[in-house]
């Protein structure tokens, strides 16, 4: 944890911003666990006239149009709303799974492999840290 | 709430225009049960006998439930009068479910299962599951009819304000569970009142979660019905999606959970990015085979070759923090072999930046460090503690020794003061001796002031120690930059010097010399300062522990054997007063300033070495004295572009470590500020080692020894 605390907010956004530029990067999301709001999105757009664009950081250049036009040709998952909402759902239907083969125990990571795609989720007590990204060429 | 009361009694309203309904179908099935009842033979008698009684009671719970509504006098329906006040939250939970089982099968499958069996008991089919449930309702009816109702018509009221928690993950497992209960239920007595008591609750818990789904339902689809359909479509299916203004997104963002967490998760995010760029798990070598990995060890005739490559593995540079700054010291975890720390000196083109930095870094995230440390002055040496995973200790330019913890913030957790009592010059070595229970912190300066420190208390040396020259020098003063302790011997040390001379110490007075230098004797080679010193780290067969490699800025590497402490007494006692000097065994000329040379940890002939114009050496004495096996230089990178400016200066490396468990790789870093690791082939690395390697090694010692002798004889 070495160095958490001081941390500002400033430092912790630019490690997103960095993460989300990544080569291969194609969106990330950071949910909030108590009432689901998205705190954090890149690379997706928000189909809800209600979504605050401040919760909406750059995404690399290369990547993000590439993305948005492949997200919805491929996986129909452009709007943050939708992304958040399916997750949630995975999330929950992993953590029954966990739940009802080991008493006590709870994820801690999920990876996901499509054809393209890899989303990684990380779920945490009060947050929920989505990342989508390419699959290295095979 | 209102809105929601109104809603509620028109719901009410329906109820009561059902149960009127379903009173007269019970009443026409119940004169057809017991028409059929005649007809049946007696095994079914035991089953079907219940349903008339059942009927009545159900007819006359129905009345009175009925009546109560329409009298409006909800408190009178919670006495505990009668059974039928507990009996009649069933009805309403029954019809509840059917009217929401169109909407649950939408939503989640358990739920939906479950409620409509039960909604099919009430409306057909009663026979089979009768017997059950008239037990269960006799024995609610005694002992704990009345509470339910109450909490039931409480919970009703408050769901309104609650809805928000509605799409937590916990519900449906809720229903779920109470769902496996229900089945397990009737395998079981259902006449232990215990049981039954648990049953019930459970039941009161799925009428209390149906409730509130409904009612939530309701307010939900009051709110949509301003919004387009769609959205009321996806707010159906739990959808996690709240708006948070702008105040809330800054209060989530500089909580200490939220910027704990990013800390945390994008350090997983990266490490799993850069996990995959190794190797793609999925990779199916059926296809394409153009990808097969060319650069297997080991195997195939060029074998020998191979086991000789160095691969680079990684760079490491933050554009935020290893900006102009130079690398001072190296050093590889000994618990996490993929940790690698690295110390800066000061960015001079940025004053508020703390001037002192260390940064761990991790060969599985390349990007980022995994911990960055401060200090106030130039850090000029660091290294993992040996006996403690999560401790860093340091020194610093102002003289100060440094201790970091990884569990804790990035400044120092202790650090010694700036007083007489510890060094008041740059600290350029450092090293912890001893043993797991027992050891000490050495930090040498360049005053040549020794101290040991304990890791509880930095308030004070344990030990101090100054070192002079020994008398054939002009002046006392002994400018010491660097120091190195044997394996087996932590009371003994070598301190090199910037004149250029080695002398041996000791930190506690013994028999026939005092703490401090040992005059006696003096490795005198060096024409220029001595860069870095380093004992073998024998480790195997035989003990090779008494070479020692040292690095000058005179452009060479020299091999030396050092006397044991104790032998240096009787030469003394022939030639008092005179140092007796010591030539080296071996002694390397390189093409440019040698900065450092480290012994690999595991096989006896090998050492690397890092000079001014940029490369890496491996050697293998074994194999030549003369000329090194491998010879790199770390990729030239962007970043070592853009901040140019320096020129070949630029390229210099400063620093190498070994990774001390297997000795595969190695890191190097210099003036640019940038981290490279290498691998290094089987031959050259790894924890198998022949007895040739030992025995050729003592061999060539042996030799080396006999030419010297010759030439100091004649």
């Given at each position: 944890m070495g160095a958490v605390a001081e941390k500002s907010p400033e430092e912790t956004l630019a490690h997103l911003v960095r993460l989300s530029q990544k080569p291969g990067v194609q969106s990330t999301l950071i949910l909030s666990r108590d009432n689901g709001a998205i705190v954090r999105t890149t690379g997706l757009i928000s189909n809800s006239s209600s979504a605050n664009p401040n919760s909406t950081l750059p995404a690399s250049n290369e990547t993000a149009p590439d993305s948005y036009t492949n997200g919805k040709k491929d996986?129909?998952?452009?709007s943050a709303e939708d992304v958040a909402s399916k997750v949630w759902a995975f999330l929950t239907a992993a953590g029954n799974l966990v739940e009802g083969l080991y008493e006590e125990d709870e994820v801690k990571l999920l990876r996901l492999r499509t054809k393209k795609n890899e989303l990684v989720i990380i779920p945490d007590c009060k947050f929920i840290h989505v990342l989508v990204h390419d699959t290295p060429p095979a | 709430m209102d809105s929601s009361i109104v809603q509620r009694r028109e719901e009410i309203l329906a109820k009561k225009a059902k149960l009127a309904e379903l009173k007269k179908q019970r009443e026409l099935r119940k004169a057809e049960s017991s028409q059929r009842q005649s007809l049946t033979g007696s095994p079914a008698r035991e089953i079907v006998s219940p349903t008339p009684r059942r009927a009545d009671e159900r007819t006359r719970a129905l009345d009175e439930y009925i009546d109560n509504i329409l009298g409006e006098s909800r408190p009178s329906s919670a006495q505990?009068?009668?059974?039928a006040g507990g009996r009649a939250t069933r009805p309403t939970s029954v019809i509840s479910a059917s009217q929401l089982s169109s909407d649950n099968e939408a939503q989640s499958g358990p739920g939906a299962q479950y409620q409509v069996p039960l909604s099919m008991v009430d409306q057909g089919m009663q026979t089979l599951s009768l017997g059950n449930l008239t037990t269960v309702y006799e024995t609610e009816g005694v002992d704990v009819g009345p509470p339910p109702k109450r909490e039931k018509e409480v919970i009703t009221y408050s769901k309104g304000v609650q809805?928000?928690?509605?799409?937590?993950?916990r519900k449906p497992r809720g229903a779920g569970e109470s769902e496996s209960e229900r089945d397990d239920s009737p395998t079981r007595s259902p006449h232990t009142p215990k049981r039954l008591s648990r049953r019930q609750k459970e039941r009161d818990e799925e009428i209390r979660l149906q409730l509130k789904r409904e009612i939530e339902e309701e307010i939900k689809a009051a709110q949509k019905a301003a919004e387009a359909g769609e959205v009321q479509t996806v707010s159906g299916e739990n959808f996690p999606f709240k708006t948070l203004n702008n105040e809330e997104l800054t209060a989530v963002e500089n909580s200490d959970d939220f910027i704990d967490f990013v800390e945390r998760s994008t350090k997983v995010l990266e490490r799993a990015l850069d996990q995959q760029l190794d190797y793609d798990i999925l990779a199916d070598y059926a296809l394409g085979g153009a990808n097969v990995d060319e650069e297997d060890e080991g195997y195939g005739s060029s074998g020998g070759k191979k086991g000789r490559r160095i691969k680079e593995i990684a760079q490491f540079w933050d554009d935020r923090w290893s900006k102009k700054r130079m690398v001072s010291d190296l050093g590889f975890s000994s618990k996490f072999p993929e940790l690698v720390l690295a110390s800066y000196t000061k960015n001079p083109s940025a004053p508020h930046d703390p001037d002192g930095l260390v940064q761990v870094w991790n060969l599985h995230m390349h990007d980022r460090p995994e911990y960055i440390f401060h200090a106030q002055s130039d850090i000029l040496t660091a290294k993992f503690s040996p006996f403690h995973p999560n401790l860093i200790i340091g020194g610093a330019y102002s003289g100060q020794v440094l201790l970091w913890d990884t569990r804790a913030k990035s400044s120092p957790v202790q650090k010694t003061p700036l007083t007489g009592s510890g060094h008041t010059h740059p600290v350029y070595s450092i090293d912890i001796v001893g043993t797991q229970n027992a050891n000490n912190i050495i930090s040498a300066s360049t005053d040549g002031v020794v101290c040991g420190w304990t890791v509880d208390m930095f308030s004070q040396p344990q030990e101090f120690l100054e070192l002079t020259s020994p008398p054939?020098?002009?002046?006392?003063d002994m400018a010491v930059t660097c120091i190195a302790f044997p394996q087996s011997d932590p009371t003994y040390f070598l301190a090199g010097t910037e004149e250029g001379s080695i002398y041996p110490c000791h930190r506690y007075d013994r028999a026939g010399a005092k703490a401090g230098v040992d005059g006696r004797v003096k490795y005198g080679g060096h024409a220029a300062p001595v860069m870095s010193l380093d004992f073998h780290p024998a480790k195997g067969q035989i003990d090779l522990g008494d070479l020692v490699l040292s690095s000058s800025v005179d452009w060479s590497v020299k091999l030396w054997k050092v006397r044991p402490p104790a032998a240096t007494g009787p030469s003394n006692t022939l030639a008092p007063g005179a140092a007796q000097q010591v030539a080296p065994l071996l002694d390397i000329a390189r093409e440019d300033l040698v900065y450092d040379a480290r012994w690999s940890p595991v096989k006896p002939s090998v050492f690397a070495l890092v000079d001014g114009a940029g490369s890496l050496e491996v050697w293998d004495l074994n194999v030549d004295v003369e000329v090194p096996l491998q010879k790199v230089t770390p990729s030239e990178n962007k970043r070592g572009a853009l901040s140019?400016?320096?020129?070949?200066?630029?390229?210099?490396l400063n620093k190498l470590a070994w990774e001390?468990?297997?000795?595969?790789r190695v890191a190097v870093a210099g003036m640019d500020g940038v981290v490279t690791v290498f691998e290094v082939g089987s031959e050259l690395g790894g924890v198998e080692t022949k007895t040739e390697e030992w025995s050729g090694v003592k061999r060539l010692v042996g030799r080396l020894e006999g030419a010297s002798e010759g030439v100091n004889g004649k």
């Open positions: 996986t129909g998952m452009n | 505990p009068q009668s059974p809805a928000d928690i509605e799409w937590s993950p054939p020098a002009k002046t006392d140019g400016g320096m020129g070949y200066m630029k390229r210099s001390k468990n297997e000795g595969r």
